[in-house]
Nanobody
Framework: QVQVVETGGGLVPAGGSLRLSCVAS????????MGWYRQAPGKQRELVAS???????DYADDVKGRCTISREMGKNMVYLQMSSLKPEDTAVYYC????????WGQGTQVTVPS
């Protein structure tokens, strides 16, 4: 069974920075891709950033230049470094891995007060 766990969320002032971490554990041979989604209250879940096994990264337009996704494939870990945080970044952030099916974490709350 594959488990995905996110850490690193919290309360951050506007303009601040935060680093989210995610680790996948279980019987994993190789991961095709990893990434982060977020869901704000009353809104649909949206892609924030993704990274392929080859290291190709992609970002949502509203986080480009403010977020950096990175991964350690040997450790099945993915990170999301966020800076210049805005109140509209407030959401639950979910990590996923693509290993056959897509596995999701439980989410970690990021709150940026206005």
């Amino acid at each position: 069974q594959v488990q995905v766990v996110e850490t690193g969320g919290g309360l951050v002032p506007a303009g601040g920075s935060l680093r989210l971490s995610c680790v996948a554990s279980g019987r994993i041979v190789s991961i095709r891709g990893m990434g982060w989604y977020r869901q704000a209250p009353g809104k649909q879940r949206e892609l924030v950033a993704s990274i392929t096994s080859g290291g190709l990264a992609d970002y949502a337009d509203d986080v480009k230049g403010r977020c950096t996704i990175s991964r350690e494939m040997g450790k099945n870990m993915v990170y999301l470094q966020m800076s210049s945080l805005k109140p509209e970044d407030t959401a639950v952030y979910y990590c996923y891995i693509d290993y056959g099916p897509r596995y999701w974490g439980q989410g970690t709350q990021v709150t940026v007060p206005s």
